[in-house]
């Protein structure tokens, strides 16, 4: 029973049912309930035309469809699109906080150093295979 469950274990999923979940719940309660200041001044270009609550929309449903991803196994595809799902509103919130940084809003420099890092995290780990399985490793003596 345990050799068939460990099989069945990824990393890369499990991430996707974390980080996807996290997702969700940051739109929902972060966004939608409850917006910050910094958020919401850093995001001035972009509600300008897209409203927070609209905004918060996405990152449930991108991290719903992410997280759903990871739960299914064998479905590389699907789980590609789990990927985009992640990386696609981290991405948005890189560049809206770049650009407020550039431009009207200087503090935002950290949340689009701190958004763009983990964009780019995202589409290293959608790269990543899982380790191997045990019985095809080398033993380490």
């Keep these: 029973m345990r050799g068939a469950a460990a099989r069945r274990f990824s990393h890369r999923r499990a991430f996707l049912f974390t980080v996807g979940a996290g997702w969700a719940l940051y739109g929902g309660l972060g966004i939608i309930g409850n917006p ?28 719903s469809i992410a997280a759903a991803a990871g739960l299914l196994v064998n479905c590389p595809r699907v789980q590609a699109l789990g990927y985009v799902a992640l990386a696609a509103p981290a991405g948005l919130w890189a560049g809206a906080f770049a650009a407020a940084a550039a431009t009207t809003f200087p503090e935002a420099v950290g949340s689009a150093c701190g958004w763009g890092a983990f964009t780019i995290g995202v589409v290293l780990v ?10 095809l490793r080398k033993d380490r003596r």
């Design 126 to 135: 959608s790269g990543m295979d899982d380790p191997l399985p045990s019985y």
């Design 36 to 63: 910050r200041y910094g958020t919401a001044r850093g995001l001035a270009d972009v509600t300008h035309y897209v409203p927070m609550d609209t905004l918060g929309w996405m990152w449930v449903a991108c991290g």
